[in-house]
């Protein structure tokens, strides 16, 4: 592992944004077509990553958009944290949402073909993407909510946890967990370390060690989902969830996020 961070940290991000030309306005599948309403002003579509902001609310949405399973590939995390940074880098932005173009899947996690026959150069790059997705989603100034329309294991689940507060549709289809345990590897410390300051330690401990996949109503009673609500009310309800949270006095619900203040 330490070879992998060594070799990753000799990554730069802006050179991968300038090999991927992640800005096409032009680019992704044709059969995703960006949701405006009339009063938003402006969206941007890199070929997995959509953003709609508008500009009247502050809220954008952040819509995955990497067939079949939205899987965590290398250009995928690229494109995520450029697309997050440059909401970050907007001083009108102050809320992003976070859900799936895809029907039944938030994302499938961490993208296995990544991990398997690469060089160890690759596996680098790849594990310092990995992070930085976390890092930025994870340490954002703005609220984040994220709109779970699907399942969402493994590094899907890390994705939710990372934002301030999840919506998941009440679909028992859906599961949500930390199952890398099941799959014969030991989640990474920080991925524990944000699942224990979600659900609790003893909640944690059980989840982890027994590779835990959730329904909605149990990833509810968990602690891991903060709300169910029917499918088709998901991306509203984390709408008018985040305009509650901005609706807080003097930015406090940005202020008093522990993990991006120390007062
Ligand atoms: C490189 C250095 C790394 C160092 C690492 C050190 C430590 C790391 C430790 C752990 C980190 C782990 C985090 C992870 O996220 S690991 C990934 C875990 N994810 C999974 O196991 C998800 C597996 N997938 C599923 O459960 C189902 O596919 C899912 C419920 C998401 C969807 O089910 P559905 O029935 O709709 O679809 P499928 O037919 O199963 O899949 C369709 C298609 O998609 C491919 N696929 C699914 N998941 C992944 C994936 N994670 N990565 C890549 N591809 C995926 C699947 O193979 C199918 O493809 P095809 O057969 O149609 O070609």
Redo the contacts with the bound molecule.
Sequence with gaps: ?AT?LKHSAKYALSGRLARLGVHSRHGGLQCLQPRLLPHQRSASTSSKILVEMDDSTGIAVLTMKNP??N???LDFLTEFSISLEKLELDRGCRGVILTSALP??F?????????YG?SPE???E??KA?QEMWLRLYGSSMITIAAIN?????????MALACDYRIMAENPKY?IG???TQ?G????FW?KDTLVNTVGNRAAELSLQLGLLYSAPDALRTGLVDLLVPEDKVLSTASQTMTQWLAIPGENAIGSNPRVSSS
């Design positions: 592992m992998l079949p399973v899987s965590l590939s039944k899947i994302s499938a996690g961490l993208d296995i073909m990544e991990m690469k690759h596996c680098g790849f594990w990995v699907g399942s969402s294991p493994a590094g899907g689940c890390l599961s930390l199952n890398e799959l590897i030991v989640a990474p991925f």
